[in-house]
């Protein structure tokens, strides 16, 4: 078994449907015969042919839209954004009809439809080219939005949203497609949707965090323990729906949460963790909540996007803060 990277594993991903499924079909900006812009679709035209893999024009609104349109009478759209910033050309096909084809044909239509999109800073992109807006997604009823955070999180849980009768908004962070590998079977496995993955067990405190930013979490986690601080290292993956029963059971059990992710701070998923916790799981804190986040401006260009991500120290310190609460 060879160890792959996140974007390997998107391929395999992608070619497993495309072999075992006749309705599977995949297109986007370049994805056909160069494969993709971060090449996460390389050789598959060649595999399946240009009427399963082919290449659009730059029309966003397009995109989404034919993904729309297949989905209604029968095939499962994979369709890819270049990049998640122009996907809001898009938005008006994903909010007024992927998302409620379901609820507007009372159940007689559904929208078994994917839109991946590379995600997030730290590759040195200009503008337009960095941002994470899974808080947008998150709001809309009616899609699900996941992000993967490793090479195996990617390959089974992109299995099972080109499985899932219901849109998905497949976000990859970008920064991390490579920095890492990891041994992943191409069995056609998937991962369950809708779930927490905790990474690492403790008692003394929680981390929670999604997508590229796990990377920094777990490595915080190494330090945290080389000093005797066990941390629960919690990776959300489907920010919506929201498994909330595996955060508060942690938090029930260390007493103290610190949310970690790389986006702007207001109205944001960490926003709706922090929420429920103070709902639902107050009893159980020992120190109020901290998030660790973006700033509420632009990502900025490459010289200061170190600054407005977290860093290690920054997600240190949130922790030695919820820590000094006896």
């Known amino acids: 078994m060879t160890a792959i990277t996140l974007v390997e594993a998107v391929t395999k991903a992608l070619a497993y449907e495309l072999a075992h499924d006749k309705e599977v079909v995949v ?25 399963r893999v082919f290449d659009t024009p730059l029309a966003e609104n397009m995109i989404a839209g034919m993904a729309v349109g297949m989905a209604a009478q029968g095939l499962k759209p994979v369709a890819e954004i270049q990049f998640m910033d122009f996907i809001c050309a898009g938005i008006d096909q994903i909010l007024s009809h992927a998302s409620r084809l379901r609820n507007r044909t009372r159940g007689r239509l559904s929208c078994p439809m994917v839109i991946r999109a590379p995600c ?109 601080i066990e941390a629960d290292v919690i990776d959300v993956a489907t920010v919506k729906p929201l498994d909330m029963d595996t955060i508060l059971k942690s938090v029930e059990k260390t007493g103290r949460c610190v949310i970690i992710q790389e986006t702007n701070p207001t109205c944001s998923v960490s926003s709706e963790i922090a929420a429920q916790l103070a709902e639902k799981g107050l009893t159980s804190l020992m120190a109020p909540v901290v ?36």
């Open 120 to 228: 997030g800073g730290g590759i040195r992109a200009p503008e337009h080219h960095s941002d994470s807006l899974e808080a947008i997604f998150a709001h809309i009823p009616g899609l699900r939005v996941v992000i993967p955070s490793s090479p195996a999180r990617a390959y089974g849980l992109l299995l099972a949203a080109i499985r899932d009768p219901d849109p998905v908004i497949f976000m990859e962070p970008k920064r991390i497609y490579r920095l890492v590998k990891e041994e992943v079977v191409d069995n056609g496995e998937a991962l369950p949707l809708d779930v927490c993955f905790t990474l690492r067990e403790g008692k003394d405190i929680t981390l929670v965090s999604w997508g590229a930013m796990v990377h920094e979490t777990l490595l915080v986690a190494d330090k945290l323990a080389a000093h005797g």
């Open 27 to 51: 297109f986007g900006e370049d994805v056909g015969l160069n494969g993709g812009v971060f090449r996460a679709t390389e050789g598959l035209q060649k595999r399946f042919g240009d009427s």
């Open 291 to 326: 998030r660790v986040t973006g700033y509420d401006t632009v990502m900025p260009l490459y010289r200061l996007e170190k600054f407005f991500m977290p860093s290690e120290q920054r997600i240190l310190s949130a922790v030695n803060k919820v820590l000094e609460f006896a």
